[in-house]
């Protein structure tokens, strides 16, 4: 019952942040400062992978749209890794699968930011 | 109203760490019924964000109360009951700052009502009390 956040930065300004466990109202913080840390680097084109994610919730849901606005705002971009269906449903329950650019793995997002 | 086959009740501490208490409570309940997985995961989120929602209205009190959560078990339903204490004051001042703020809040309402089959707020100004009910049917 816990949240491990792993960054790395596969390419120049690009950053991954992986992320295992539970991402709620107790360690969504944790998400938040690593993402806050990253755009203050200057790296302003984050991945966030929740493949390994087990339970998200809204306080998660919004610290990652919190990210993204400000990811723009530095005329970067936050994009999404997610290949579970469970997490996906909440995505798209909520509406936010038109917000976010979701990708199936990291190769594919890497892609995308290229 | 016919009385339920059994009752669970839990009551938390008003702190984002003992949240994931609540969700595993609930989890033992509901995979003790008839839900699938996927239903059982519904009930697991719904009641984290009941009770998250309960924890952005207290945000900053020192010594906010606790919160009661009773599951009531039917061969055909589950009830889950989220009840805080929390004053009127300060539920009409949510906080903006932070992680939490009252977009979390609405994605929290929005994800509820989805994710259960009935959802109803009460208010008990008389005794102080705030509740979320949540039903969740059995499939037939």
Do not use: W
């Not at chain 2, 609540?22 to 839900?35: C, D, K, P």
């Not at chain 2, 889950?80 to 004051?89: F, G, K, L, P, Q």
């Amino acid at each position: 019952m816990n949240l491990r956040v792993e960054t790395t930065t596969p390419r120049e300004n690009v950053a991954v942040v992986a992320l295992t466990g539970e991402v709620d109202v107790y360690t969504s913080p944790r998400l938040k400062q690593e993402i806050v840390d990253l755009l203050n680097q200057g790296l302003t084109r984050i991945v966030v992978d929740t493949t390994k994610v087990e339970y998200l919730d809204s306080t998660g849901l919004g610290v990652l749209i919190g990210g993204l606005k400000r990811a723009r705002e530095r005329d970067g971009d936050l994009r999404l890794i997610c290949d579970s269906p469970r997490i996906l449903r909440i995505f798209e329950i909520t509406g936010l699968t038109k917000i976010f650019d979701i990708h199936r793995s990291e190769a594919e997002a890497l892609e995308a930011l290229k | 109203m016919s009385q339920p086959e059994a009752i669970v009740e839990l009551s938390i501490p008003s702190r984002p760490e003992y949240v994931g208490v609540a969700r595993l409570a609930i989890l033992g309940v509901a995979s003790r019924m008839r839900f699938s997985y996927d239903e059982v995961e519904d009930i697991r989120l719904a009641v984290g964000e009941a009770c998250t929602s309960v924890l952005d209205r207290v945000e900053g009190q020192a010594e906010a109360p606790p919160i009661e959560i009773r599951c009531l078990i039917d061969p055909g339903k589950l009830t889950v009951e989220v009840t805080d204490r929390v004053s009127a004051d300060a539920r009409a001042a949510p906080d903006a700052s932070g992680g939490g703020g009252p977009d979390d809040v609405q994605l929290g309402g929005v994800l509820i009502r989805i994710l259960m089959d009935e959802v109803t707020a009460d208010d008990n100004g008389g005794a102080g009390t705030h509740t979320i009910r949540m039903v969740k049917y059995v499939a037939r």
